[in-house]
């Protein structure tokens, strides 16, 4: 019998709602998920650009974010410049492959599911870390012409 209060209670507001507060809320929702669907398409699209799925992005945008973050890194230590450069491209594959995620998250219906950021953050670490490695190999194996010497090569 206690119940029955809170249900007459509940039935009253829903009688208060009217149509047009309904198309109100509709709407609100229609532009939240707009939004969210192309905050998501903008996260894909530039983490795409910065990810290593793009295979002619290095030269239009992580080699000049690498190259600017050795730069601020020599003007502290000049022989920073080439460790730090590296270290700006690494990270900037790794931007590119959260924003890629974040984005997905966005975009894919379903998603609405809670983010997990370490999991995101740790997958995304370990793929352009094996990515790198990747590359560092084929370079010491001379599968691929590094325009530098690596590692002692």
Do not use: H
């Not at 507001?13 to 398409?41: H, M, N, V």
């Not at 600017?68 to 890194?73: H, P, S």
């Not at 379903?110 to 370490?118: G, I, S, T, V």
Request: a positive charge; aromatic letters at 12%.
């Amino acid at each position: 019998m206690k119940n029955l209060p809170i249900v007459s209670q509940e039935s009253s507001l829903a009688e208060q709602i009217t149509p047009k507060q309904l198309q109100l809320t509709a709407l609100e929702d229609w532009k939240q998920t707009t939004f969210k669907k192309l905050r998501g398409g903008f996260f894909l699209v530039i983490g795409y650009l910065l990810s290593p799925l793009c295979w002619w992005n290095d030269l239009l945008f992580n080699l000049p974010i690498a190259y600017g973050f050795g730069y601020v890194c020599s003007l502290f230590y000049p022989k920073l410049l080439l460790p730090c450069s590296v270290i700006g491209y690494w990270l900037s594959n790794i931007v590119g492959i959260l924003l890629m995620q974040f984005g997905a998250m966005d975009v894919l219906p379903n998603q609405d599911k809670e983010r997990n950021l370490k999991k995101e953050l740790l997958t995304g670490l370990i793929s352009s870390t094996v990515y790198t490695l990747v590359i560092l190999a084929l370079v010491q194996l001379k599968i691929l012409d590094a325009p530098i010497p690596l590692l002692g090569s």
